[in-house]
């Protein structure tokens, strides 16, 4: 029944970032270190998992973005939890996007940077970040002045199930809260086969993202599940839907990336950041509040 798949599991692991960096004179970042402490998917499967050595899913693709900083250090801490774990649509990037991409805007807040030109110039210029952030930045209109009470935000990411970039632009409302506008996502396919399929697996992890991000989710009290059905762990609905626009990129090439995750990762980031360009307020803990 649906009591049984919501309350049972088993469900997407928590994960606790912390952040540091130092920047230099221009602003440049010369020292980054993400440190993660999280209970562990393979250790909830697992007999045999080695709790002495770092956890590459629990770290997943922190690692692995091309901004050039010459001093980085990644981390993972373990941490005990009896709740049944399991994969979720991009796995561990649901989360750890969310921290790492949000601070990227946070230090190119610090430096007096606009957040998407911040990124371009920790690039290569040849880089399929920089050519994927350079579609965007043109696709939203980045540069575009925005009314009073909006704003806009942007996060890519990077990781083994492929990559994709996107903006939000949200507006507030007049009592207070947040509406998302609209989001523009870019996806780097290298040869793709078949767009109509790209276009809907992107806006499909696209809503899934905004309920992840936004909705109640799951929570615990005396050893059980409080949450039961769509009454109490809601999804997005359509009225709430905003307008999602796909762009592909499909350069050709050996590899063929994939399709059907790389479209939520950046969504929780994106959407965080352009709240704050609205309102001034950061979001550090998902879920969080329009």
Same mark, same amino acid.
């Given at each position: ?70 001093? &980085? ?9 009896? *709740?049944?774990?399991?994969?979720? %649509?991009? /796995?561990? !990037?649901?989360?750890?996007a969310f921290a790492h991409e949000c601070f990227i805007d ?43 009470g909006h704003g806009r935000g942007m996060a890519q990411w ?48 696209? &809503? ?9 989710? *799951?929570?615990?009290?005396?050893? %059980?599940? /409080?949450? !039961? ?62």
């Amino acid at each position: 029944t649906r009591e049984d798949d919501t309350q049972l599991g088993p469900f997407r692991p928590m994960t606790f970032s912390a952040m540091k960096a130092a920047l230099d004179s221009a602003g440049r970042p010369v020292a980054f270190q993400h440190k993660v402490t999280a209970p562990s998917i393979d250790a909830a499967l697992r007999k045999d998992y080695d709790r002495t050595k770092s956890d590459e899913t629990m770290m997943e693709a922190v690692s692995s973005q091309e901004y050039d900083i010459p001093n &980085v250090q990644n981390r993972y801490v373990f941490a005990d939890l009896h *709740i049944p774990l399991g994969y979720w %649509r991009a /796995v561990t !990037s649901t989360t750890l996007a969310f921290a790492h991409e949000c601070f990227i805007d946070e230090l190119a807040e610090k430096a007096g940077k606009d957040p998407l030109q911040y990124r371009l110039s920790l690039l290569p210029p040849q880089s399929d970040t920089a050519r994927l952030l350079n579609k965007l930045k043109e696709v939203s209109k980045w540069d575009t002045p925005l009314p009073k009470g909006h704003g806009r935000g942007m996060a890519q990411w990077l990781f083994f199930a492929g990559h994709c970039a996107q903006a939000v632009e949200v507006a507030v409302q007049p009592d207070g809260s947040v509406r998302i506008l609209k989001v523009w996502a870019v996806i780097d396919l290298g040869t793709v086969v078949n767009p109509d399929t790209v276009k809907a697996q992107v806006e499909g992890a696209v &809503v899934m993202a905004i309920t992840a991000a936004t909705k109640s989710g *799951i929570t615990f009290a005396e050893g %059980r599940t /409080v949450q !039961s059905n769509f009454h109490d762990n809601p999804i997005l609905r359509l009225s709430e839907t905003p307008d999602i626009e796909v762009h592909i990129l499909a350069e050709g090439g050996p590899v063929i990336k994939g399709a059907g995750e790389p479209g939520l990762p950046p969504l929780a980031p994106a959407l965080a950041n352009a709240i704050f360009q609205a309102t001034g307020k950061r979001h550090r803990r998902m879920p969080f509040d329009l």
